[in-house]
């Protein structure tokens, strides 16, 4: 299946003919599409094949995340998910993703690398959360792969603040990603005191980064359902 | 050609030890999958919901799917059937078909060579008369004899018993028989549509007018229709010998064991296969333990054989041999120390698509291939995929499949009562956080009746600052598995929003209107407070 295009050349491309021929599209592949909110954020609305993404801390980053791979998931593509003890799959089945397209690797331990260089290899779509610091020379070595495989690379960048308040997180990536998409405001509604339930939450997103060509922009990411005029009954008339 | 075929119809009844007589149905997913015979004569079909079955055979025994135990019991037939006819192709426990006009030839006739099969069933079944329920499986035998391994499995399926379907009269005799016996359910409703109940309404069919129209699988089964053997028409002998064999030290004692080793063989042998451009039809799997004992059998693949149907069919042949039953049969003395397959038979891999309904996408084989890759890396379970089922807490209603398993069979979820309400925590944490949880007059208790103390104001995490709480709502009461002393839970269920923590030495007053704020979902058991989930 090894197809005559750019991707068997690269080796022999020097680097700033790699960026120039990964910016035009050579192999045809279009980019994988998203979600209507999140495509507004990124230029032409879609993930472009062998690009790196970096979903920023705060809260709210787990389901930005989630919404970010469910289009494509649902679109036919696969998704692998590294280095989550915790994600809840019931909660990515509600924004979206096709579970059966969903892989997760939870605890890959000293092999994050191999595995993560395994699956960019055949994964469309991977998922790292980083446990440990990631070396310059390594994190290079993955995103040749990923821009050789024309896989994504989606890195998360958890909170870890664990020490002293009001100091930056730990960078576990020493890279700059294509585009960052941080959650910056959350709120939730439906929840009173004492009564009501979680029905929707509303998201803020900025997009900052190198490949967005413009100012950062945002959008609002809506999660659940609207609060019924039962619920909210603290809105006395 | 001709071929025979030996079928034992309602295999996973008999196999599972209930007697024709009974009234017993296979149910896997809520629908019946297979019945005996007593159950087919009440109204039992294949598809029904169990509640249906049971209103039409109200004794019906209900049995739940265990090609184990299935491939287990067919093991010593098979070793008998291959002293009679060495080249016995197994198709799945419950059927194996022969290329019949060699050992035709050897016994001197088609009858004779039926004969002779009858014959040596009929010693196994006395060999093993004390154990009643084997004696009548193997009288439940049907042999049929056709053009087509396909013609014959239906002779012997619904001809008389020993069934011979003359020379050049294949498709004839599959003339009558409903559509749905190609078991293509999309192919036989379009079909049905059409006006096309039989197959030889189907065979009259023009085969390009199937092919373009239905695509590669519904073309096979036009040439299974017209009663052709389609798959000899592609074979050809493999040039190079396609085999792949391992070595497994410390030899494997179990079945789980060997089958995790074939998985990594299997994807190496597809994709030697794949680089050649074929696809394998009939494979041999041997293996051999360190005593030297041996175990070689063939088996079919309708249509070819992928990574995971050839990793089950090992797992079929070797819980037929490491956990035999029967003292009759031969069982290994040491665990299997050697693995090989073998590609006997192959087809170029575009004659042969996987199929056209629910096929495998290119994206989607080369995923299978990356995730069979890590998870021979890391080791069985360490790469999941995630099913939804039945639950009240967000951690019951997933459950984490081993890649490469078999999903265990999930009744669809119905209605829980008493679940935490959608949409779900993203974050289950592994491990609870233990929290503490004050109100105005300090820690907030809930009581065996479901009374909280007072409302709750703010909460701390282990080593953090308090947070003030914006809204909550509980106590959402859980007494799961009072009957059961051992996972007997009372526990109540709360919902928090906090706003970010409060630094200690900035005491700025709290805007509530902006910055972020956490939702949690709390347990509290014995005025003992913890985060379970995460709404992040």
Known sequence: ?237 | MRFLAVSFPHWPITAAGCSPSVSAAVIESGRVQHYSPAAYRDGVRTGQRRREAKGHSPELITLAPNPHLDAQQFEPIVATLIQVVPRLELTKPGLCTLAATGPARYYGGEVELIDELRCALEELGAQSLDTKHEAREISGARIGIADSRFGAQLAAEHGTDGYLVAPGRTREFLADLPISTLELDELSTIAHRLGIETLGQFAQLPTRSVLTRFGSAAATAHALARGLDPTPLAIHQPAVELAVSSELDPPAQRVDIASFAAKRLSAELIEILDRHGLACTQLRIEAATEHGEELCRIWRASPVFDAETIVERVRWQLSGWLDSTDPALAKPTAGVSLLRLIADEVAGANDLQISLWGELSQADRRAVRGLDRVSGLLGPAAVFTALISGGRSPADRVQLVPWGQPPPSIEPPMPWPGHVPEPMPSVIHPDPIPIEVHGVQGPVRVTSRGEISGSPTQLRQPGGNWAPVIAWAGPWLVDEHWWEPDTAQRVARFQLTTKAEVAEQSRAPVDVAAGASHAYLCCVQQNSWWIEATYD
């Open chain 1, 1 to 237: 299946m090894a197809l005559p295009n750019a991707l068997a050349l690269s080796p022999a491309l020097s680097s700033t003919q790699h960026v120039a021929a990964s910016l035009l599209h050579v192999d045809g592949r279009p980019g994988l599409q998203l979600a209507p909110e999140l495509a507004a954020l990124i230029p032409g609305g879609c993930l472009r094949p062998g690009s790196t993404l970096e979903v920023g801390p705060g809260s709210g980053q787990t389901s930005l995340l989630l919404r970010l791979i469910a289009e494509p998931t649902a679109r036919g593509s696969w998704a692998a998910v590294i280095g989550f003890d915790d994600l809840n799959p019931h909660a990515a089945r509600e924004a979206g993703v096709a579970l059966e397209r969903l892989a997760l690797v939870a605890n890959p331990g000293g092999t994050w690398l191999e595995v993560a260089a395994a699956l960019l290899d055949t994964v469309e779509l991977v998922v790292l959360n980083l446990q440990q610091e990631c070396r310059p020379a390594d994190s290079r070595r993955l995103l040749a792969r990923a821009r050789q495989r024309r896989s994504i690379l989606i890195l998360v960048q958890r909170d870890t603040r664990r020490g002293p308040p009001n100091r930056p997180p730990r960078r576990m990536w020493p890279e700059q990603p294509d585009i960052t998409l941080t959650p910056s405001q959350y709120t939730w509604h439906g929840l009173e005191q004492g009564h009501g339930r979680l029905c929707e939450a509303v998201i803020t997103v900025n997009a900052t980064g190198r490949r967005l060509n413009g100012p950062a922009r945002s959008c609002r990411l809506r999660v659940g359902e609207r609060p019924t005029p039962h619920w909210s009954a603290g809105g006395d008339p």
